[in-house]
């Protein structure tokens, strides 16, 4: 008898780990979809949805990665918010110049101009173990993008695209 309740007490053990781990499974699953999918009916959606409160979550999330100061925090905040504010007025200017056509948008060297000034600013504020792992946060993000430009120009290319 005590061999049949201790393999009875095993099997509810069992039972309780697998269904444990299959609801953690399910729900690290579903918080995942939930990021990376940006909602409809926020009015941030679209390809510009990471500017709400975008200047914000960059402080953060840099100050996480590279352990800034309170004083980095600040200068590196100001940095961001002119970037925003050069990037609002290239976008406005193009808007206001021409129809939606490719010859009326602002140029990419433009932007990356833009970006490589603002790289450099905050470069000059960190220290060497900084600057490391600034360099290579920014090597990642390079090649996340490269990574989906090459999945959007394969499903672009694909029989059943649209306007294939």
Known sequence: MFEFTYGLLLARRALLTASILFTSCCLALAQTDTQATPQASSPAAGPMHYHRHGVER???HLTHLLSLT???QTQVKAILAEQRQQMQQLRSSAAQN???SAASQPDREQFQSI???TKTKIEALLNDDQKTKFEAWIQQR???MQQRRGQQGQQDSSPNAPGA
Request: aromatic share 0%; glycine share 6%; charged share 35%.
């Open 70 to 72: 309170p004083d980095q």
């Open 142 to 144: 390079q090649q996340r």
């Open 98 to 100: 021409g129809q939606n």
């Open 115 to 117: 970006r490589q000034d």
């Open 58 to 60: 960059q402080v953060k």
